[in-house]
């Protein structure tokens, strides 16, 4: 084999640079054996073209640690063959991956050496790659949605950043410090979460226990060493189990293997300080897993099988059965997770898979489809990742927040729920009623009127349990309101509801916008673009949308808007205010579509409670800013910005001590009033007033409470408003209604 001499600015001698490409064309050959795919000559050909482009693109460069910077794209695409599955065409594209980026190659010359696939993978590689150079939060969040945004194209784009960013944790001991915690923390806040959610196990293993060795090095130090103490005890014990195991198996005619697997060091860190437990006092260090030989149609029957020797010889836990192969996880997991009580009073898991289970479980994404055998109905993975591209897609909420909404996609377990008709839905923990309409349909979701749960009426934001059967009402006249974002926690969900309610504003600033059109005729003023100007600089708003949305929400009154008119008679005031209009905003500005807010009220939780609070000097938050509150232990909350240089620190090792918070505008705030309704009880009253309650804008019943006696008729509304323009309309309007003697406001309440 001819390699391309690798030079550089160490000097090295001929002796060196022939040990060298000795070395390179070794990790050439280990890539072509190591190749999951058996592959024909052409692909053999392909690698090794891609293979010829890498070593001559980067034959100047060198890595941190002095090694020719070629070890490096090889080491990802071994990674890309051998642990993911991937085929050819991959392989070459983890080859070139970083060939854009760092060398005079272009994507178009890429294309026309290859192919346009292959182009296409390396181009997505290299929009990922323009990254992770800053430290701001915020960059690396927006980076984060441009990298998830190659979905679209091709999910292979994804997998291979994943074995890119495998291989830099395995080689990162020659970089400093700074460079290695920053990396480590990048990787267990997204990547180690994103790999699980495409089922890598083994990746999401590594990358977790990589970055808990350098996020807190002594710590992992300890366990990997505590780890060796015991590990003589531990193999003698689980060989103990596996004998007695194996001898029922083999009686039974079971073709199969029996491996012990010690629980990951992150796992067991983790299980440490959930518990607050030493590592000895960790049980469950450990699993045995019996890997079964079955064709397609015995699989679920060898497993129960297995399931029945095992329960023979040790005791289950019934509370810990985990049947992931009735019910497969949306990764596409299956096995059967089985929690016995072994010698010594000890809890041992058994994981019983079938050959095809675990190469799924062991290789994610590629192994589930080349088992897929052209099935019609999607798999929970493929509904997963549609659901991603529309989120994507739809999604017109700042970055953090996205990375936020998405990692509680990637991190959260399993629910299984069942719809009226018994057919099966998963949806992550935590999530509600209102969650679950969504899953089914987005019209579904903003039509739901209420929930039924196990037969019996619920809140919209009722958390499920796995087993629930659910029901959703619907009707026509439904529509979200701001609430409902608190009822939800999908992204989906929260995403579709943001949707309607800018639609709805919309709507309201047209409305806004004929109302201040009639108004302004009233004070002999003809509404124009100048007026418009005029006004939202009168109102210190920013745009004209801004203007029309609180003319429709009642917030613009009518004694504000003849201050205005009052104002602009005045000649000399109106010169100095035209003066400052021109160089102030200008038109552009004017007719941005934003919804501009006066922040003035910082307010925490669901609730949106009042709390004391400081504002951390770290960060230095001010109104308008993107901010959560984290409770100290001497300070009471400290308010930090969203992308806080300490945000992800704090979220992911502290996340019990988190609490949302956000700034409002206070006059957009809603209120609660009471209406006590008294009158004459006649046919269809009842009707009527909630007709009057409903058809009125920025209005919704809270509750309702109507009933007629001797033609008598008494009520109780209690309404959600805006402000008291919109109550004292509300008022009004009931008053019109045939048959209403006397309306009024209770105060104390």
């Not at 074995?163 to 700074?178: C, F, G, I, K, V």
């Not at 916008?513 to 673009?529: D, N, P």
Request: proline content about 2%.
């Amino acid at each position: 084999m001819l390699f391309l001499s690798i030079t550089s600015t160490l000097h090295m001698t001929d002796i060196e640079i022939e040990q060298e490409n000795k070395a390179i064309a070794r990790e050439y050959k280990e890539l072509l054996r190591i190749s999951y795919q058996t592959l024909s000559q052409e692909d053999k050909q392909l690698i090794r073209k891609a293979f010829d482009v890498a070593v001559d693109a980067h034959k100047d460069q060198r890595r941190k640690s002095g090694e020719a910077y070629i070890f490096h794209p090889i080491g990802v695409a071994k990674i890309v063959a051998s642990e993911i599955g991937l085929g050819p065409t991959s392989i070459a594209a983890a080859l070139m991956h970083d060939v854009v980026e760092d060398t005079d190659i272009t994507v178009e010359d890429i294309e026309q050496m290859f192919n346009p696939k292959i182009a296409q993978l390396v181009a997505g590689l290299t929009k990922i790659s323009q990254v992770q150079k800053d430290l701001n939060v915020s960059m690396q969040a927006e980076n984060f949605r441009k990298m998830l945004l190659t979905l679209n194209d091709d999910v292979r784009v994804i997998l291979i950043k994943i074995a890119d960013r495998l291989h830099n944790m395995q080689t990162m001991d020659s970089m400093p410090e700074y460079k290695q915690i920053k990396i480590a923390s990048e990787t267990l806040y997204i990547y180690a979460p994103l790999a699980h959610r495409l089922g890598l196990y083994n990746i999401k293993t590594k990358l977790e226990d990589l970055g808990l060795k350098y996020t807190e090095p002594k710590i992992f130090n300890e366990i990997v060493s505590k780890i060796k103490e015991t590990k003589e005890e531990q193999d003698a014990y689980i060989a103990s189990i596996s004998d007695v195991l194996k001898e029922s198996l083999l009686q039974e005619g079971v073709d199969f293997i029996i491996k012990g697997r010690p629980k990951s060091i992150y796992s067991i860190r983790r299980k440490m300080a959930a518990q607050n437990v030493t590592f000895d006092q960790v049980y469950d260090k450990f699993a045995l897993r019996i890997i079964y030989k079955s064709n397609l149609h015995d699989e679920k029957f060898l497993a129960w099988k297995i399931y029945s020797i095992v329960t023979d010889h040790y005791r289950p836990s019934p509370s810990r059965l985990r049947d992931w192969i009735s019910s497969p996880k949306s990764t596409g997991y299956e096995a059967l997770h089985i929690t016995v009580m072994g010698p010594k009073g000890r809890w041992v898991e058994v994981q019983v898979r079938s050959e095809r289970m675990d190469e799924i479980a062991e290789k994610g994404y590629a192994a589930h489809y080349k088992y897929k055998q052209g099935a019609t109905e999607e798999s929970g993975l493929d509904v997963w990742l549609n659901l991603l591209k529309e989120a994507l897609e739809n999604s017109e909420t700042n970055a953090v927040d996205f990375v936020e909404d998405f990692k509680m996609n990637l991190y959260s377990k399993e629910i299984f729920v069942f719809t009226p008709k018994g057919e099966i839905k998963s949806l992550p923990k935590g999530a509600t009623t209102l969650d679950f309409a969504f899953s089914i349909h987005s019209e579904i979701g903003i039509k739901t009127r209420g929930t039924r749960v196990n037969g019996k009426l619920v809140q919209l934001n009722h958390e499920l349990k796995s087993g629930d059967q659910v029901e959703i009402i619907t009707s026509a006249n439904q529509k979200p309101t701001i609430n409902w974002l608190e009822y939800v926690t999908t992204s989906r969900a929260k995403t579709k509801i943001k949707n309607v309610l800018n639609e709805d504003t919309k709507k309201i600033a047209e409305e806004g916008k004929e109302l201040l059109t009639r108004k302004l005729k009233h004070l002999k003023i003809t509404l124009s673009e100048s007026v418009v100007n005029e006004l939202v600089n009168f109102f210190k708003l920013r745009t004209s949308l801004d203007l029309f949305y609180r003319v429709g929400a009642g917030a613009i009154e009518n004694q504000q808007l003849k201050d205005f008119a009052a104002q602009k008679s005045n000649t000399l005031i109106n010169f100095f205010k035209n003066k400052i209009k021109r160089s102030g905003t200008t038109n552009h500005e004017i007719d941005k579509p934003e919804i501009t807010s006066n922040y003035d009220l910082l307010v925490f939780g669901k609730e949106q409670d009042r709390l004391d609070y400081k504002l951390s000097s770290c960060c230095n938050p001010i109104p308008g800013d993107e901010v959560f509150g984290f409770v100290t232990i001497n300070e009471g909350i400290k308010v930090h910005k969203k992308d806080c240089p300490n945000a992800i620190s704090l979220q992911s090792n502290y996340a019990y001590r988190v609490m949302q918070a956000k700034w409002i505008d206070s006059s957009q705030q809603e209120f609660k009033a009471i209406l006590n309704i008294t009158g004459m009880d006649s046919l269809g009253l009842t009707n009527e007033i909630t007709k009057v309650i409903s058809s009125q804008m920025n209005v919704n019943i809270q509750s309702l409470n109507l009933q007629g006696d001797a033609g008598v008729f008494k009520g109780q509304v209690t309404v959600i408003v805006k402000n008291n323009v919109i109550l004292k309309k509300l008022i009004e309007n009931i008053k019109k209604i045939d048959g209403v003697d006397k309306i009024s406001r209770v105060y104390n309440t």
